[in-house]
């Protein structure tokens, strides 16, 4: 026994540089670059914070609050990391007074969401304003950090309707004042767009004078499978009344259902094209037929065996 | 997804009757079975959703390189049992009648049903010749349409390092290299080990090196045609996976395209340095060079996608082999090499037929040339 161990060792270690040959290829500097890139310590003095706070008002009268955390390299500006779990607190504050609006925690791109119902009753300054502030109270290694934004509110009105069968979109933009007067916009610039599946598709950009945009939609545009399709405004960072939106949706697509054509006999159809069925059942049978011949083969010197044997046996 | 090859190799010297193939084709014909047998069972490895494996015959597309595969692979694997059978029945005839002999009983027993009462009489063998040639003729081809319809299975693809015109037969000319190699490399070890010096002689060795050199002047040259035109073409993907390749793989891809294909051209080209064992060791290099050449083929490929993958773990965009792959790999060779020592033990490593087949034929042509002499 231990004759055999002693000849498997030295043959090991006649082999031994094949071996390690071998292993070092194997296990190549490829495999072990990943781990030295995780021992790299992370060095938060080398980061600056970015913060950022926007108010959008949306389609249905709510108000969409929204921060952004990350941080970012000093030198290398490309290299960025989101800071997620972050809580993040929005107030309304007037003078002294702060309301808490709510709290929503950063997702994992570093952007914390918080929507204040249409219904909310902000606190108002003299001129209508809302002063809106998202709060940061830091951590242990990062600093705390706080933005504000101040807003007016504004209702913007969009009516879609056929003026003498020409489809014609309305929009109406006022404020109103703590005793229900309607005041309206005086100038501001507007953007229409259609909504799509992945993004807006802007149609018009143009300015609302004194409350009031009149625009005649195209009649090209094709809406969804019903003829269906949503039309979009947009007021974007307005310096008093900041990010709003309002949709509405019409029967105004000038969609035509073309029925697919059902293709047959292509390389992407249910079916394959023909010469491959006929090609393939040449190369089958001509392969398998000579199989089977070679197998009846076998069966007749199988045959004339058992004879021979029953003959010298006789 | 090399077994192809060996029985592609066996029907090439049978079909055109090889002088020296005696010696060498029983080699040759074990590493095909055992090939048949490992090659299989790799790929059901490598699907990863066994649950999922009767879809491939439920819900096939005639249109699909896979289903191509899938009837490739299984008629040539049925292809390569038959013809290896016919190859072994006259063996088996001669072990069910050597009394001489002593084996247990269920292997006279098993002998004697293998050897479909094969009496080796003028019709018996004349039959068993005429199947065996046509075989022979089927494999080869077989071995090509399954080994490039695996090619397609790459190829055909968009992806950048596959999408070439010149895969199919660059996979024939690399199946044929490193399985030349792995001959060559058995070929030493059962001389080594049955000490078989009489039968296994420095010119097998020749032979076969000569051919290593064929196939490593091919490959290189198909090799270097495919690097060349993608470097050249400088296709942005193209681009992205070479500097993978000259970063990340770079000794890998040095060894595999440089070493694996110079060195044995070396060794072989110049005439005092065909010795047997550096002949051996030049199949080596190029069996390692071969098998990073594989490697090479997939795994740059796969870690550079056309769509980046999103929000995922680090492990999964950029593939290292874990453990489990490399004891794989190893528990293939170790198959392989266990295998083949149990085989050897069950039929004959030099073909007791064909050296009867070969001695009759001499005779047979001695007597010939007498005649042309006395006339």
Redesign the interface.
Known sequence: MTLKLEIMKSNLFKYSYLASF?VV??F????F??EEEQKEAFDLSKYKTVYKFNSFKQADNSRLLEVSLIVQNKKDRKDKIPVFEADINFYNILDDEEVLLGTAKTS?EGIAQFIAPASQNYLLDEEGYIHLIARFEGTKELKGKEKDITVKDLNLELELTEIDSVKTVLVKAFTIDSVGVETPLEEADIIISVKSMLNNMPIEEGTIEDGEFEYEFPTDIPGDDDGDLTVMISIEDHDDFGNLVQEKSAKWGNHLKTPVKKVKNT??SE???LW??IV?TI??VG??A??I???V??F???K???Q??LTSEE | MLFGVYTFIAGILHFFKTPWKNSVLRIVELITVLSLIIGPIFILLCIGRLDRLHYLFLYPRIQSPITWDIIAIMTDLVGCFIYLYLTFIPDFAILRDNDDIKIANWRKKLYKALALNYQDTPSQRERLHKITRTMSVMIIVLAIVAYTVLAWIFSLTLQPGWNSSIFAPYFIVAGLYSGVGVIIIAMYATRKYFHLERYLRKVHFVAAGIVLLVMALLFGYFTFSEYFARWFSHKATDVQLLDTLFTGYFWEFIFANYIGVLVPIFIIFFKKFRTIKSITFAAVIAVLGLWLNRFLIVVPTLETPYLPIQDTRAEFVHYSATWVEYSLSFAGIAAFCLLFTLLVKFVPIIPMSGIIDYEREHKKSKKKNRKIVTE
Do not use: C, F, H
């Open positions: 071998i290829l194997l190549s500097s490829k495999s670059a990943q994992q390389l992407w079916s394959a094209p491959m069925y393939l190369l089958l392969v398998w000579n199989y011949y070679t197998i083969n076998l007749r010197i199988k004339e065996g058992i021979l044997e």
